[in-house]
């Protein structure tokens, strides 16, 4: 017997049992969705449920075909390939209960950089009734600024010169969908899955635009025959690391290599707007609603920004993974003050007791020693999440004349952390689209603190507010003068008088 068996479909039986493995004849899975971004969190979430779906309920016709837009996801898209779409999903509970699951729900793959036509032409097929994805927030093309679709955007300006081979989301959509109405085929629901406001109508929002500057004639149909509903995903998944594959290697018996990490809590709720039949995937938990905007806003105002804000602060305290630093004592309480005072009250439509609930949950999950979350990961852009994750409850709070002062501990926070070096004098890898943006006026704000609020446009519309300028001007001051934990100290004890 080998030392290891190289994960795909002709080894798939040779697995150690301590590995759970289909039962499913695989060749008769027909393939319904479509999914752009094979990233880890598609393999942890949506390919995950539809595995379920496959497994325990024998509904054979939502098969996946994975498809990648970016020159820097060749190395997924070569592995799937390798390895038949398969992969390991590393589920670890916080109770040290943990499984090893490959998901197989991914049948066909295509890399759209090396044949657009190939990947358009795979969409544009009527079997496909879903064409989801998760492109994450930069993936949308938004203006800083407007929060509008940015036609002026230079990958968008090159679509609309070479649309046969598009590099955007908007220009493959347009080529699938022109196919199909010209081909005289149904069209199909649109289904973000991203950490987006109103995931649904922001990508309807953004690609009718684009359509109706390009293939205006295209625009009619489209409004006939196409849904978009909002979605609401929520799975924590981590980066892989070298350490993942080995261990899978080497304890048990099985080479793959690209697993994915994510803890066992899963949640899935999408707005009853489908252009299928939704008692399928109610099967396996998908929850379908009248209304996302109770639950998204729970979620992206208190789990994401949760997330954001300990990936600061913990950054700063010198802390490396979100375990390490939501069991600091002084860094969850301030997230738990932050979410109590300035949060819960700008989410409506929801019980106080389910807030709450969900408040105490979500650091539960954080608290998971099994998933090593590093702290870079949840930094890693902070620039498209802050505006989506924080700066709504400060605009709701300066809008109701309440309290901001979390808020805005976290932004000067976030400005501080631009100068790279924790209360230790450790340096760290700071990696964000617009990082030198961001860096430079940081510096700036040595001299002038809100010269950051300034020349970042994301705050174009709160500096307009004297509290929001005076508070993150102190606070910057403060961060800066003595080490953060004295500041966290005495902010949570500020809100216990």
């Known amino acids: 017997m080998p030392d290891f068996f190289y994960l795909n479909t002709e080894n798939i039986h040779s697995l150690p049992n301590t590995i759970t ?8 899975i027909k393939t319904s969705i479509a999914h752009i971004g094979i990233n880890n969190f598609h393999r942890a979430h949506q390919a995950y449920y539809i595995h379920e779906l496959i497994e325990k309920h024998n509904e054979l016709n939502f098969g996946i075909c994975g498809i990648d837009l970016l020159e820097s996801d060749r190395k997924i898209y070569n592995i799937l390939k390798d390895q038949d779409g398969l992969y390991t999903l590393l589920i670890k509970d916080p109770n040290g209960k943990h499984e090893n699951k490959v998901i197989g729900s991914i049948v066909e793959y295509f890399y759209g950089p090396e044949n657009p036509m190939a990947a358009i032409e795979r969409m544009a097929q ?31 300006e090159e679509d609309t010169k070479n649309k046969f081979s598009p590099k955007t989301v908007f220009g493959y959509l347009t080529q699938v969908f022109n196919l199909r109405k010209k081909r005289g085929l149904p069209g199909c629901t649109v289904l973000s899955c991203d950490n987006i406001q109103s995931n649904g109508d922001t990508i309807k929002s953004a690609f009718f635009n684009y359509v109706s500057n390009t293939e205006p004639d295209l625009l009619p149909w489209l409004k006939e025959n196409t849904t978009f509903p909002n979605s609401m995903v929520d799975r924590i998944t981590t980066e892989t690391r070298s350490k993942d594959i080995a261990k899978l290697k080497n304890e048990h018996a099985t080479y793959d290599q690209w697993p994915v990490v994510c803890e066992s809590f899963s949640n899935w709720i999408i707005e009853d707007n489908l252009m299928f039949d939704k008692s399928v995937w109610e099967k396996v938990g998908v929850q379908f609603v009248k209304s996302i905007m109770p639950y998204e806003n729970m979620k992206l105002r208190i ?47 929801t019980e106080t007791q389910d807030k709450i609930s969900y408040k105490n949950q979500v650091i539960s999950r954080f608290k998971n020693p099994y998933i090593t979350d590093e702290l870079s990961r949840i930094c890693k852009e902070s620039s498209s999440k802050i505006p989506i994750f924080i700066l709504p409850t400060i605009s709701k ?24 070096i924790d209360d230790f004098g450790k340096s760290y890898d700071i990696k964000d689209s617009i990082s030198n943006q961001l860096i430079r006026t940081a510096t700036l704000s040595h001299q002038n603190p809100q010269l950051f609020l300034e020349r970042n446009a994301m705050f174009s519309d709160l500096i307009t507010y004297d509290l929001f300028r005076e508070r993150f001007t102190y606070y910057l001051s403060e961060l800066r003068s ?11 004890n500020k809100t216990l008088q």
């Not at 496909?128 to 990958?155: C, K, R, W």
């Not at 913990?314 to 390490?324: I, Q």
């Not at 709070?397 to 790279?420: M, R, T, V």
Request: charged share 20%.
């Open 126 to 156: 009527p079997d496909i009734q879903i064409i989801s994805l998760t492109v994450a927030e930069d993936g949308y093309h938004l203006n800083e600024i407007t929060g509008e679709f940015d036609m002026n955007h230079p990958e968008v």
């Open 303 to 349: 789990l994401n920004a949760g997330h954001s804000i300990l990936g600061i602060i913990g950054t700063l305290s010198g802390y490396s993974t979100v375990h390490e630093v939501a069991n600091d004592e002084d860094c969850v309480s301030f997230l738990e003050n932050f979410i109590d005072i300035e949060v819960a009250p700008n989410i409506i439509d």
């Open 482 to 492: 003595r080490p953060i934990k004295e500041c966290l100290v005495q902010m949570n």
């Open 21 to 28: 493995t289909s039962k499913i004849d695989r060749d008769k």
């Open 397 to 420: 709070q300066l809008s109701n004349k309440q309290p901001i002062e979390h808020a805005a501990f976290a932004i000067a926070a976030w400005c501080k952390y631009y100068d790279g």
